[in-house]
């Protein structure tokens, strides 16, 4: 980042001669020279100026601190050195306020090395402010970016447990039907669960041709048809008398009450596995062509489950990268406004006083005047501690007169 200075003065003499003085400052610095008021504010209105050097009198009864008020309004964070034939006249309260931090003297020692210190010296402390407002602006623009994102991930991520079925998975079980004249079917889809105490607790999911998720009674997986598909790694299919409960084999309310299935299993992987069901056909049953069609149709939707599942398993990830982003920056903005020393180095000061005779009522009053100072230094600079030491001390001798020296 570089920085932008600005020198306003109506002498032309003197804008040349601060240009040619600031073109020794390291690389990098931009520096742009005007005669008057009008002049700055315009080009403050269309780029930054980090550093303002402006004379106290600009002529056309102007002066740099009226102008330095209406800069404040483009630019912020603008801050300002002022050069006046006065400066041990000047009251630095209002002029710190809208951004003053330095005087230069005409009528003192002003050279190219008073001049170029002071320069350094706001620059020094513009750069660490500059850069810390520069990161707050990215945080902030990457935050909204991030939470921009962050509704459409999880629309698009708004997917079924244990996995999603895609509409491919339901027309293909549609086609079984159609292609081998089943009179009905499901897709069944379990997603076993991590916790070894509780092996009947894995989810079932039931999808007819229809599509609609069924909720209905299950029955754990080693006793399911898919679970025997499974085994055999080959289709299945039974006919009447089908298993009853309490025999090895136990059948789903969905199964139940038919005269033939044909069980194709699915492995889909991560613990998910599922099976392609048909069920009863009219006339002669099942053939041995309708075993292949069921076998490549559960082949395809293993596939297609997959990398629903992969896919799933992006979008998870994807949320989670962007909650953690969401955190980062709160994190790195919480440290960006810390303004506070360590808690302990309070404490030490804290006890530091109380030990000099303070009461801790009176050290916690010290303790707060401290903060307040700190952040008048860290807002203002230097300049508006010495003007706030200045009054404390004006404030005790007018209170040593008031009440007696103590």
Same mark, same amino acid.
């Given at each position: 980042?570089?920085?932008?200075?600005?020198?306003?003065?109506?002498?032309?003499?003197?804008?040349?001669?601060?240009?040619?003085?600031?073109?020794?400052?390291?690389?990098?610095?931009?520096?742009?020279?005007?005669?008057?008021?009008?002049?700055?504010?315009?080009l403050a209105s269309q780029q930054p100026i980090d550093l303002a050097i402006l004379d106290w009198n600009l002529g056309s009864g102007s002066d740099g601190l009226?102008?330095?008020?209406?800069?404040?309004?483009?630019?912020?964070?603008?801050?300002?050195?002022?050069?006046?034939?006065?400066?041990?006249?000047?009251?630095?309260?209002?002029?710190?306020?809208?951004?003053?931090?330095?005087?230069?003297?005409?009528?003192?020692?002003?050279?190219?090395?008073?001049?170029?210190?002071?320069?350094?010296?706001?620059?020094?402390?513009?750069?660490?402010?500059?850069?810390?407002?520069?990161?707050?602006?990215?945080?902030?623009?990457?935050?909204?970016?991030?939470? @921009?994102? %962050? +509704?459409?991930? #999880?629309?698009? =991520?708004? $997917?079924?447990?244990?996995?999603?079925? /895609?509409?491919?998975?339901?027309?293909?079980?549609?086609?079984?039907?159609?292609?081998?004249?089943?009179?009905?079917?499901?897709?069944?889809?379990?997603?076993?669960?991590?916790?070894?105490?509780?092996?009947?607790?894995?989810?079932?999911?039931?999808?007819?041709?229809?599509?609609?998720?069924?909720?209905? @009674?299950? %029955? +754990?997986?080693? #006793?399911?048809? =898919?679970? $025997?598909?499974?085994?055999?790694?080959? /289709?299945?299919?039974?006919?009447?008398?089908?298993?009853?409960?309490?025999?090895?084999?136990?059948?789903?309310?969905?199964?139940?009450?038919?005269?033939?299935?044909?069980?194709?299993?699915?492995?889909?992987?991560?613990?998910?596995?599922?099976?392609?069901?048909?069920?009863?056909?009219?006339?002669?049953?099942?053939?041995?062509?309708?075993? #292949?069609?069921?076998?490549?149709?559960?082949?395809?939707?293993?596939?297609?489950?997959?990398?629903?599942?992969?896919?799933?398993?992006?979008?998870?990830?994807?949320?989670?990268?962007?909650?953690?982003?969401?955190?980062?920056?709160?994190?790195?903005?919480?440290?960006?406004?810390?303004?506070?020393?360590?808690?302990?180095?309070?404490?030490?000061?804290?006890?530091?006083?109380?030990?000099?005779?303070?009461?801790?009522?009176?050290?916690?009053?010290?303790?707060?005047?401290?903060?307040?100072?700190?952040?008048?230094?860290?807002?203002?600079?230097?300049?508006?501690?010495?003007?706030?030491?200045?009054?404390?001390?004006?404030?005790?001798?007018?209170?040593?007169?008031?009440?007696?020296?103590?």
């Amino acid at each position: 980042m570089s920085e932008a200075i600005l020198v306003v003065d109506d002498e032309e003499s003197v804008r040349r001669t601060f240009t040619e003085w600031l073109a020794e400052l390291v690389p990098g610095v931009t520096v742009s020279s005007v005669a008057d008021a009008e002049a700055a504010l315009r080009l403050a209105s269309q780029q930054p100026i980090d550093l303002a050097i402006l004379d106290w009198n600009l002529g056309s009864g102007s002066d740099g601190l009226q102008l330095l008020e209406d800069l404040v309004e483009f630019q912020p964070d603008i801050t300002a050195i002022l050069v006046t034939g006065f400066a041990h006249q000047a009251t630095p309260l209002q002029a710190l306020r809208m951004g003053v931090r330095d005087y230069l003297d005409k009528n003192a020692d002003l050279t190219r090395e008073t001049f170029l210190a002071a320069v350094r010296r706001q620059l020094a402390r513009i750069r660490p402010l500059k850069r810390q407002r520069e990161l707050q602006r990215s945080l902030a623009a990457f935050r909204e970016a991030v939470e @921009q994102i %962050v +509704p459409y991930v #999880q629309a698009v =991520a708004v $997917l079924q447990n244990p996995v999603p079925v /895609p509409e491919a998975v339901r027309d293909l079980l549609r086609w079984a039907i159609r292609i081998t004249r089943a009179s009905d079917g499901i897709l069944c889809v379990y997603h076993e669960s991590r916790d070894d105490d509780v092996e009947q607790t894995g989810q079932w999911m039931f999808y007819p041709p229809d599509g609609e998720p069924v909720k209905t @009674q299950a %029955v +754990p997986f080693r #006793q399911s048809l =898919a679970a $025997l598909a499974l085994s055999r790694q080959e /289709p299945i299919l039974l006919s009447e008398p089908l298993p009853d409960s309490g025999q090895t084999i136990q059948l789903f309310p969905l199964e139940q009450g038919r005269k033939t299935v044909l069980v194709a299993a699915m492995a889909i992987g991560n613990g998910i596995v599922g099976a392609i069901e048909l069920f009863d056909k009219p006339g002669e049953g099942f053939t041995a062509d309708d075993v #292949q069609v069921a076998q490549a149709t559960a082949d395809v939707g293993a596939d297609l489950l997959r990398r629903s599942l992969a896919e799933r398993q992006g979008h998870s990830l994807l949320i989670d990268a962007l909650a953690a982003a969401l955190k980062a920056t709160d994190q790195v903005q919480n440290l960006l406004h810390e303004d506070r020393p360590p808690p302990e180095v309070l404490e030490h000061i804290k006890q530091g006083l109380v030990h000099a005779g303070s009461t801790p009522t009176d050290s916690e009053a010290v303790l707060q005047l401290l903060e307040e100072v700190r952040s008048l230094f860290r807002q203002h600079g230097c300049r508006a501690v010495e003007h706030c030491t200045r009054m404390i001390r004006d404030l005790r001798q007018l209170l040593d007169i008031s009440w007696g020296s103590r």
